[in-house]
């Protein structure tokens, strides 16, 4: 159903059974997939695909041109997955020629009011930003991540899955994966313990998790040394793989 005030483009492609809301605006090269939702005075611009079951809330900016003074009009775009929820007042710009060309969202993702998702973002999947939570460019965020109300992340930050940050925090390096970081500048304040056993981690893998989380951050150690014993726990713990991959690979280094 479309309400007779929205505006739809020509060449916009909606998909089976969406809704959009009044007044709501719909511009071209936009791609929208089954059953989404498009709320009252929401603004969809492309090159935009959004895929389907997604609910966009009203007065979001879905697809925007990315807030970079160095954007001349380069074709960047912007894609969605499935079954993500959008809230008021949300923000997600596309992608610059500078970088990936794309910011990317992945799938069932809970994104609350007024967060901002900033140029060449990616984001993973089953994500919860809360009220207020903005990316700076460039931030690549992975899977089951919660971000707390008001969390702002700089520019080429990573934050590694089941990460966790409370309100107000301020990220400008690398969150592990595991990690709960706190403050401004964010600090480490120890292992996501909660979050992981109710996303099924043994118990086992959780302490496992949580003896490397004190090799890095409690024992003393300098970062090579530290994360050479995080790799040998990891041989009987696969996923304190994951937190040992993401160390070493990081270029910002890790919040400390």
Same mark, same amino acid.
């Given at each position: 159903?479309?309400?007779?005030?929205?505006?739809?483009?020509?060449?916009? *492609?909606?998909? /089976?059974?969406?809704?959009?809301? @009044?007044?709501?605006?719909i511009g071209?090269?936009?791609?929208?997939?089954?059953?989404?939702?498009i709320?009252?005075?929401?603004?969809?611009?492309?090159?935009?695909?959004?895929? !389907?079951?997604?609910?966009?809330? *009203?007065?979001?900016s879905i697809?925007?041109? @990315?807030?970079?003074?160095?954007?001349s009009?380069?074709?960047?775009?912007?894609?969605?997955?499935?079954?993500?929820?959008?809230?008021? +007042?949300?923000?997600?710009?596309?992608?610059?020629?500078?970088d990936?060309?794309?910011?990317?969202?992945?799938?069932?993702?809970?994104i609350?009011?007024?967060?901002?998702?900033?140029?060449?973002? #990616?984001?993973?999947?089953?994500?919860v +930003?809360?009220?207020?939570?903005? #990316?700076?460019?460039?931030?690549?965020?992975?899977?089951?991540?919660?971000?707390?109300?008001?969390?702002?992340i700089?520019? +080429?930050?990573?934050?590694?899955?089941?990460?966790?940050?409370?309100?107000g925090?301020?990220?400008?390096?690398?969150?592990?994966?595991y990690?709960?970081?706190?403050? /401004?500048? $964010?600090?480490p304040?120890?292992? /996501?313990?909660?979050?992981?056993?109710? *996303?099924? +981690?043994?118990?086992?893998?959780v #302490? !496992?998790?949580?003896?490397?989380y004190?090799?890095?951050?409690?024992?003393?150690?300098?970062?090579?040394?530290?994360?050479?014993?995080?790799?040998?726990?990891?041989?009987?713990?696969?996923?304190?793989?994951?937190l !040992? $991959?993401?160390i070493?690979?990081?270029?910002?280094?890790i919040?400390?």
């Open positions: 159903m479309i309400d007779e005030t929205a505006r739809v483009d020509p060449s916009a *492609q909606l998909g /089976n059974d969406v809704t959009v809301g @009044p007044y709501a605006v071209p090269d936009v791609q929208i997939g089954d059953r989404c939702e709320g009252p005075h929401t603004t969809v611009y492309g090159p935009t695909r959004l895929g !389907a079951d997604n609910r966009i809330f *009203q007065f979001a697809g925007a041109e @990315p807030q970079d003074k160095k954007f009009g380069e074709g960047t775009w912007l894609e969605m997955g499935d079954r993500n929820t959008v809230r008021e +007042f949300v923000t997600i710009n596309r992608g610059t020629a500078q990936k060309g794309v910011t990317r969202i992945g799938d069932d993702n809970w609350m009011a007024s967060v901002h998702i900033a140029h060449d973002c #990616l984001v993973g999947n089953r994500i +930003f809360a009220n207020g939570a903005s #990316l700076a460019g460039h931030v690549d965020v992975e899977d089951d991540v919660i971000l707390g109300g008001f969390t702002l700089h520019q +080429f930050c990573r934050i590694g899955a089941f990460s966790f940050s409370s309100m925090s301020c990220i400008k390096q690398d969150v592990p994966p990690v709960t970081v706190s403050g /401004n500048p $964010a600090e304040f120890g292992v /996501n313990s909660e979050g992981l056993r109710r *996303q099924g +981690f043994s118990k086992q893998d #302490l !496992a998790v949580r003896r490397a004190r090799t890095v951050y409690k024992a003393g150690l300098r970062l090579e040394p530290a994360l050479e014993r995080v790799r040998e726990i990891a041989a009987d713990h696969p996923p304190v793989e994951r !040992a $991959a993401f070493g690979e990081s270029r910002r280094g919040v400390r």
